[in-house]
């Protein structure tokens, strides 16, 4: 193997240095960050002084006249490097109105416009009292931003001023105050900026060089690509649904760095998919087939010839309809709703909704966690709808019931039908629209494991081969690829926790 030389070395150690300083110049106050600034807070001149005007303006709150009322414009948005999701918030955002009592609240601009049903949805969304607003545990996506225009009065002994500079701080009456607190990151207070900054400029350009240059030395041919962990070749990865996304990313990372490595990823389910692998293995000719199962569960016994590492835990949660109007379920309350004893969230202090209940199907090993973990049975087995709308299936059934066969198709569902609960892994259903993921037993999932082993519903996600593959094959390859730094980044990226930091921890659910 060619070793690099001393000019591609320079070149790319120049890229690196360059690149890192960008982003600590661009990313490291607070990589997951909430910027807001007051873009308005003034009197209204309601009252003409005048007293001979022709028209004599007046705005009153429950037949009582309010003569200092002002109007605040906040903006809110993500203005650091990642998104933020809603298990990001320990503390909701909160606004304090020093000396003033808020009349109400709209929600004049938002980017997504599903933001704007979030906060102004019934139950869940902006709440007020006095001088304090409280903004609901919304996700923001990268550069994402929401506006609030605030109508306050001065409280009777506060005496709010009628007009301060946007600085003015340190709880004053009339001054605004932002609360709140999100894991690895910040909330603070910014200002209106046009462009990039000249440091970035300056970054940029220098990286743009080195770059030219690194490109030349490649293209010419003075290095070599390192394949120690590489293998070429064809290779189908099958089975968990709730898995797919990572696993789909890792791929991807593999195949990038590994010139001739074709890998697809298929999600028909865990239990499918280590059918569809032994299958593969009995009719494959010696060495295996080049085929990987992901499960959400370990493997029957009847699959003898399957040999499984544990690769993460999964945290999976309770997803339901976003005007349920319930963001709490006790596990008993939980056997209950599928056991028919709660058809309507009005029994469980939500709103005036039929229950509906979106299952996945015999060959989803998430639904096998929910009955184990969870359930502690099974779940009903009549499918009593065919899309959960309504029994059109079978009217007599306790429940009604439909079935879907992944977790995208799941989330679709509970996001498309009032009063739809269902289950699905937490990062799938913190970016969906229209869903609401609910704490159970009033514990809510969290990416640390020895913080959340109070919180019952988890699993081991386990990666199959037919037998132990063949020593240099692009299967056995990619298996050693699952420990590298790269495979743990992003699993935590998607909030699972790698077996690759747990296989020595003593009493670890990873260790066999």
Known sequence: MTLPDTETLLAAAGVVVTAVLWAVERFLPGRKRIGYRVQMDTAIGMNPRDAHSLVQLRLLRQDQEITDA?????????????????????????????????????????????????????????????????????????RNHFKLLVLLSADDEGGASRSRPEGAGGGRPGEVVVGGFISGGRIRRNTQRWGPRKLSLALGGVCIILVGLLGGLLLNGRTAVADGECATGRLTIDGSSAFAPPMREIARQYAARCRGAEIEVAESGSLAGLGRLSRAGRSAPAGGPARLAVSDVAAPS??????????????????????????????????????????????????????RIVGRDAASGSRRAFETSVLRGSEPGT??????????????????????????????????????????????????????????????????????????????????????????????????????????????????????????????????
Request: with cysteine; net charge positive.
């Open 70 to 142: 002002t109007l605040a414009l906040l903006r809110f948005e993500n203005d650091g490097g990642k998104d933020i999701v809603r298990q990001d918030y320990q503390e909701p955002l909160s606004v304090e109105f020093t000396g003033r009592t808020v009349i109400g609240v709209e929600v004049p601009d938002a980017n997504p416009p599903d933001l704007m049903g979030m906060l102004t949805r019934n139950g869940g969304g902006l709440r007020y009292s006095g001088g304090r607003l409280v903004v609901p545990k919304v996700p923001l996506n990268k």
């Open 383 to 512: 499918v009593s709808s065919y899309d959960c709308s309504g029994k059109d299936r079978d009217a007599t059934a306790r429940v009604t019931r439909c079935e879907v066969n992944s977790t995208g198709s799941l989330l679709d569902a509970v996001g498309r039908v009032p009063g739809a609960i269902g289950y699905a892994e937490v990062y799938a259903a913190a970016k969906h629209p229209r869903v609401t993921g609910i704490r159970l037993n009033g514990r809510e999932p969290d990416i640390e494991w020895g913080g959340q082993r109070a919180y019952p519903f988890w699993t081991v996600e386990y990666l199959y081969t037919y037998g132990e593959p063949e020593d240099g094959s692009l299967t056995a390859k990619f298996r050693a690829f699952m420990d590298s730094d790269t495979a743990k980044n992003i699993l935590r990226k998607y909030k699972h926790v790698p077996c690759a930091d747990q296989a020595r921890v003593p009493g670890s659910v990873c260790r066999p």
């Open 302 to 355: 009847i699959y003898r010839k399957l040999a499984g590492r544990r690769v993460a835990i999964i945290l999976l949660g309770l997803v339901v309809n976003d005007r349920t109007g319930v963001d709490n379920l006790t596990s008993e309350q939980l056997r209950g709703i599928y056991d028919g004893r709660y058809t309507n969230w009005e029994q469980l202090g939500g709103n005036n909704l039929p229950v």
